[in-house]
């Protein structure tokens, strides 16, 4: 048994969902916020057979996507003398972070 553990930006989320719901998957979704640009993600868990392990991740390529953005970089500390804003800065996001994790022990308590 693999639980498989997905942090994806929370745009990509539902399409995500719905991929493994239609293939009989289940997951648990676990609202979050972080990473470089302090935006919601999404944390996907989902336990299966090991032998599932391929078509759940096929399905997480297929839904989570990475972007193009344009962010303005943060404004340093300056004396009041220096004035500088950069420009924006265009940066990759999205995507997904996939954890594989070998599960030792399931239960399941009704």
């Known amino acids: 048994?693999?639980?498989?553990?997905?942090?994806?930006?929370?745009?990509?989320?539902?399409?995500?969902?719905?991929?493994?719901?239609?293939?009989?998957?289940?997951?648990?979704?676990?609202?979050?916020?972080?990473?470089?640009?302090?935006?919601?993600?999404?944390?996907?868990?989902?336990?299966?057979?090991?032998?599932?392990?391929?078509?759940?991740?096929?399905?997480?390529?297929q839904t989570c996507h990475s972007r193009t953005r344009f962010v303005n970089p943060l404004m340093p500390i300056v004396e009041p003398v220096e004035f500088y804003v950069a420009d924006p800065v265009e940066i990759e996001v999205g995507g997904a972070t996939v954890f594989v994790l070998d599960v030792e022990r399931y239960e399941r308590i009704a």
Do not use: C, P, W, Y
Not at 11 to 23: E, I, M, N, Q, V
Not at 26 to 31: E, F, G, H, L, V
């Open 1 to 61: 048994m693999k639980l498989i553990l997905a942090v994806v930006q929370a745009k990509d989320a539902d399409a995500l969902l719905r991929g493994l719901s239609a293939r009989g998957f289940q997951a648990t979704r676990i609202d979050s916020t972080g990473g470089f640009l302090r935006e919601q993600n999404v944390t996907v868990l989902a336990g299966i057979d090991e032998s599932h392990a391929a078509e759940v991740l096929r399905v997480i390529r």
